[in-house]
């Protein structure tokens, strides 16, 4: 046991995070990443015949999801759709949709696949076969900040183009002063400019930060075994890895929560930004009275009109 433990753990708690070079120019989370983007369209293309309308031979049935997976993807879809997306995006829902939740899933898997200790799994079967080889897959890929601030960066070419489309080149540039008089250009500009990339900045630290300490964390504690072996032998060894194998499981717990709520944050800010600069124009000239009552409010168009 104390072998397997020592093969498991370091002394560095971030070799279980950081990316690691492989021949050809490589890495093993590029590698993942490609793994990953395969399990997406192959696992969502059985969800999608699953969701989909049956021959008219099955009756009614043929309206029924098949399969658990698919009913937790269609529900996963139509509850972002209808509660997160198109509250945000309106009509333009469906243009964004495919990028969106195409955002979700990939962030979703690689966070997921993290969870799996494949890189120790490749560890322990090249010493029980007595080789010695490099892990081609494993890890995070969304605790590289490289890769996290490539999906930022296609975020903020997305908004951005967007925006110009939304409002025209002219209505895109007005949105620099965030509504307030002209002579207060000179703050307003920088500011409204500084913003305009310090929040898919953000988009990239948040998820990266998130990923990278909870992996941390974890391998930490798996140390703390490898270190008593070490100082105590098995004697104090076995009661330390018991006590950090029971404080591991609801922080496993705790991350496959992370590893879902950190998908959705990214998706959802996404879906915020586009939205904010879609509809800039709409939102400066909106007159108060739209929500405060006048000729047309927005009280009026709850109103049911009630019939004998």
Known sequence: MGDVIVLLASSNPLDHVVDKPLPGGLSMNAVTMVIVAGLLVLTLKLAAD???????SQ???????????????EVIVLYM??????PQLGDDTNKFLPYLLTLFFFILYNNLLGLVPLTDIQH????LLGLHFSTWIGGTATANIAITAALAIIAFIVIQVSGLRSNGLGGWAKHFLGGAPVYLAPIMVPVEIMGMFIKPFALAIRLFANMTAGHTLLATLLMFTLLAFQGLGPAGGIPVTIGAALAMVPLMFLELFVAFLQAFIFMFLTTVFIAQLRHHEHHDHEPAEAYTGGEHSAVEDLAVPVTA
């Open 81 to 86: 759709r209808d509660n997160i997306i198109k």
């Open 50 to 56: 699953a969701i989909a309308t049956g021959p008219e």
């Open 124 to 127: 322990l079967a090249g010493s």
């Open 59 to 73: 009756g009614n049935e043929r309206y029924m999801t098949k399969g658990k997976f698919g009913q937790m993807v």
